[in-house]
């Protein structure tokens, strides 16, 4: 176990559907990452979050809103997507953002997303 | 463009021999470099970090780093084939808001008894 947690596990929903993905870390991290992993692509880095406001968005859809309500708990909450945005969303955390390069990252165990 | 380049295999070795994973990335200013393990359907484990150049030791596992080539390697020693997963490396590059982990599409290693 990394110290960060994701539900579900495994999500399945129609393209209308409205979903949400949850993360909390127990790191006591101040920075909160969203990831898409789809394959045979690398890893697409979706949101940072650092202390609770958002600094980084990789030019990603509206579709996906990502909520931080502090600094423990990071959310993405779905909307109309579409089968191509079946992939694994991985949650991960880091001790800051951006302030130093060095920074490992702990990632979650991610949550299988089936749009059908 | 800023990139990170990985052989996506499969690399198979047998066991007890030295697995050898490479990687090069774009960014000549790039500081800290990570090694991360995903088995199937599982999220990444980060097994190694490496900041300087030369070889790092972590029990049956090395990195090593070269800057001037742009270059950082990870090799497996006595490999076994609970290591048979992929292995992503990634680079931390600067963008416009700070630092960014840069992942390659991985090196699938698989480890034949």
């Known amino acids: 176990e990394t110290g960060v947690t994701q539900t579900p596990r495994h999500l399945v929903m129609g393209m209308t559907n409205k979903k949400s993905l949850k993360c909390e870390q127990h790191?006591?991290?101040?920075?909160m990452y969203w990831y898409k992993q789809s394959a045979k692509k690398p890893l697409e880095l979706m949101f940072v979050y650092s202390l609770e406001e958002r600094v980084e968005n990789n030019s990603v859809p509206s579709r996906f809103s990502p909520e931080c309500p502090n600094s423990s708990h990071l959310f993405l909450h779905l909307h109309t997507l579409q089968p191509e945005d079946s992939a694994l969303y991985l949650c991960?955390?880091?001790?800051?953002?951006?302030?130093?390069?060095?920074?490992?990252?702990?990632f979650g165990p991610g949550t299988r997303l089936t749009v059908l | 463009q800023k990139e990170v380049e990985q052989n996506s295999g499969p690399l198979s070795v047998p066991e007890g021999a030295i697995a050898s994973l490479n990687c090069t990335y774009s960014?000549?200013?790039?500081?800290?470099f990570f090694w991360y393990r995903q088995y199937s359907g599982k999220s990444p484990e980060l097994i190694m970090f490496i900041y300087s150049n030369g070889d790092k030791e972590d029990g049956r596992f090395t990195a090593q780093l070269n800057k001037a080539s742009q270059y950082v390697s990870l090799l497996i020693r006595d490999s076994q084939p609970s290591d048979s997963a992929t292995y992503l490396c990634a680079v931390n590059m600067l963008a416009d808001s700070g630092y960014a982990l840069n992942f390659g599409k991985g090196t699938s290693l698989l480890v034949t008894p």
């Open positions: 790191l006591g991290h101040n920075a």
């Open positions: 991960a955390s880091s001790q800051d953002y951006p302030g130093s390069s060095y920074n490992e990252q702990f």
């Open positions: 960014d000549r200013g790039s500081q800290s």
